[in-house]
């Protein structure tokens, strides 16, 4: 099992930044790619970004592109989320997910990850 717990949401305004942070825990080495997902009140899960475990490839959604950063650091077992220019439309629950065979175009389907986090509000004010 792997266990995934979010922190650093909260309240900014518009044009703001924040850090989210995902601890892992448990066979973490069992995963190969390590994702954050968001959803909003009456909207599906989607995907923001994710990342390898080795760190050769990232990937984003195009809503965040060149605004959301995600890291991993191996030594502290940590997935990182730094968003900066943030805007009101990125208000939602903010989750963390891992893969443990995740490939190709799983890497951005909520479906394509195994163990999930519990969330962390991110609430942007206009």
């Known amino acids: 099992q792997v266990q995934l717990v979010e922190s650093g949401g909260g309240l900014v305004q518009a044009g703001g930044s924040l850090r989210l942070s995902c601890a892992t825990s448990g066979r973490t080495f069992i995963t190969t790619h390590m994702g954050w997902f968001r959803q909003a009140p009456g909207t599906e899960r989607e995907f923001v970004a994710a990342?390898?475990?080795?760190?050769?490839?990232?990937y984003y959604a195009d809503s965040v592109k060149d605004r959301f950063a995600i890291s991993r650091d191996i030594a502290k077992n940590t997935v990182n989320l730094q968003m900066n220019s943030l805007k009101p439309e990125d208000t939602a629950v903010y989750y963390c997910a891992g893969g443990v065979r995740t490939t190709g175009q799983e890497v951005l389907l909520a479906t394509g990850y195994d163990y999930w986090g519990q969330g962390t509000q991110v609430t942007v004010s206009s």
């Open positions: 990342i390898r475990w080795t760190g050769t490839s990232t």
